[in-house]
T-cell receptor, first 113, second 113 residues
Framework: KQEVTQIPAALSVPEGENLVLNCSFT??????LQWFRQDPGKGLTSLLL?????REQTSGRLNASLDKSSGRSTLYIAASQPGDSATYLC????????????FGTGTRLQVTL | SAVISQKPSRDICQRGTSLTIQCQVD?????MFWYRQQPGQSLTLIAT?????????ESGFVIDKFPISRPNLTFSTLTVSNMSPEDSSIYLC??????????FGPGTRLTVL
């Protein structure tokens, strides 16, 4: 059974700092990995999708990497802003088109002025 | 991408009643998913709904408690039946578009008194 863990559970940084969020998963047989952002009481916004054959994906100030063999992914946020404050969730999808997403526990990020 | 809307956005219900949540997608999709997010927790998959077939429920979730309809390729409903305070959660509809990326609706925040 796939298990996904995110470290740290919470993080507070001053504005402008670069930061890294970590995600680890126990079964390396994944189809893809997706990073989401969730604002309090809201739905999920997809940030980045990395296919199992890819090593990284970039979107603006966000960069996600994937090391499938070691069961790890990182989300790098450059030059953090208060608007980046949210919970960040990573989710892995197992192999097979009908497989489901397994979510991590999330990292709650606070970017202070 | 896919744009998903949900109704209602929030509701406060009495114990023992039922609530039906609607999910509308702006494009035709084969698979729709219903998730629950209990307070302070990550997401848990309730069921997968394919058009023209019975929904597939995850372990711990049953059709009598969470009946699902999927009348066409852009719409689904989830009913939370005979509610108790333990059903207080955010319920999220999700679809997989382009075969890979998963998108989520804004969620329905349910409080059961």
């Amino acid at each position: 059974k796939q298990e996904v863990t995110q470290i740290p559970a919470a993080l507070s940084v001053p504005e402008g700092e670069n930061l890294v969020l970590n995600c680890s998963f126990t079964d390396s047989a994944i189809y893809n990995l997706q990073w989401f952002r969730q604002d309090p009481g809201k739905g999920l916004t997809s940030l980045l999708l990395i296919q199992s054959s890819q090593r990284e994906q970039t979107s603006g100030r966000l960069n996600a990497s994937l090391d499938k063999s070691s069961g790890r992914s990182t989300l790098y946020i450059a030059a953090s802003q208060p608007g980046d404050s949210a919970t960040y969730l990573c989710a892995v999808r197992g192999t097979g088109t009908a497989s489901k997403l397994t979510f991590g526990t999330g990292t709650r990020l606070q970017v202070t002025l | 991408s896919a744009v998903i809307s949900q109704k209602p956005s929030r509701d406060i219900c009495q114990r023992g009643t039922s609530l039906t949540i609607q999910c509308q997608v702006d494009s035709q999709v084969t698979m729709m998913f219903w998730y629950r997010q209990q307070p302070g927790q990550s997401l848990t998959l309730i069921a997968t709904a394919n058009q023209g077939s019975e929904a597939t429920y995850e372990s711990g979730f049953v059709i009598d408690k969470f009946p699902i309809s999927r009348p066409n390729l852009t719409f689904s409903t989830l009913t939370v039946s005979n509610m108790s305070p333990e059903d207080s959660s955010i319920y999220l509809c999700s679809v997989r578009a382009g075969g890979n990326e998963q998108f989520f609706g804004p969620g329905t925040r349910l409080t059961v008194l």
